[in-house]
């Protein structure tokens, strides 16, 4: 990719003003402009998202969601797994993402993959359950965002899996056993972070193990693009629904 393409990109990032009513015209207003080169840039900046993917199991005949999922590039992760899916959405408020996911999916064959422009907080499946639901730096961005993961909650099956990566601060005084951060991150990741209504927050990680029973919980950093010295703390996890087995 370009530097002319990344500049585009920190454009849209730190000086495009992002304007809407409300947040599905937020969202669009913010990725209308770079969804063309979204997910090159995006491959450099959001760290993780491969291993959580392969670190699902992939349930025979099941229905996978991917909440926020934007242009689809998530499932190419999973590519060779993907036809052994019955089911496959990719729920989004943009539909200049959701263009680019429709495009993906018909190259690659997958008609049981959908595009789906819908509300995180709210969609379900047809098919009244799903197997696995994956957030992928999506929770920074949904405002109500303990209302997508109870919407995840309500739509898993009884030990259906719940997948997520995003970046977060810890909180203060964080749990035993868990990464604490100190005031300089506290700070300034959500400050930096804001001014594209992205919230890191110290509490998703908490809400997460107090509705799922924990399977993978990983803290770390990584690099930003063209910012050398600084590293942005993300996390990945990976929960089960108490009450069984999925698909039993």
């Not at 969601?65 to 990719?90: C, K, M």
């Not at 909650?153 to 951060?181: C, N, Q, W």
Request: glycine letters at 8%.
């Amino acid at each position: 990719m370009s530097l002319l393409s990344d500049l585009k990109i920190l454009y849209h990032l730190a000086l495009r003003p992002v304007r809407g009513k409300d947040h599905a015209e937020r969202m669009e207003s913010f990725y209308s402009g770079q969804a063309t080169a979204y997910d090159d840039f995006r491959r450099r900046l959001l760290h993780g998202r491969e291993e959580l993917f392969q670190r699902i199991e992939i349930p025979d005949g099941g229905v996978w969601v991917d909440l926020g999922g934007g242009t689809g590039s998530n499932l190419e992760f999973i590519h060779q797994d993907v036809p052994r899916l019955a089911s496959a959405y990719v729920v989004d408020l943009a539909s200049s993402l959701l263009s680019v996911a429709e495009e993906r999916f018909e190259k690659h064959g997958w008609q049981h993959v959908h595009a789906v422009e819908a509300d995180a907080t709210r969609w379900q499946p047809t098919e009244g359950a799903a197997d696995v639901v994956t957030f992928s730096y999506s929770l920074t961005m949904i405002p109500d965002w303990f209302a997508a993961i109870e919407n995840a909650l309500r739509m898993l099956k009884p030990g259906g899996i719940i997948g997520v990566v995003d970046f977060y601060v810890s909180r203060k005084h964080a749990a035993e056993g868990s990464t604490r951060h100190g005031w300089f991150t506290r700070t300034f990741w959500p400050t930096w972070f804001a001014s594209d209504n992205v919230f890191p927050s110290p509490d998703h990680l908490p809400f997460l193990r107090s509705h799922f029973d924990t399977e993978l919980c990983h803290e770390s950093r990584s690099k930003v693009p063209y910012i050398p010295l600084i590293r942005t703390p993300f996390y990945q996890f990976i929960g089960r629904k108490s009450g069984g087995l999925a698909g039993s």
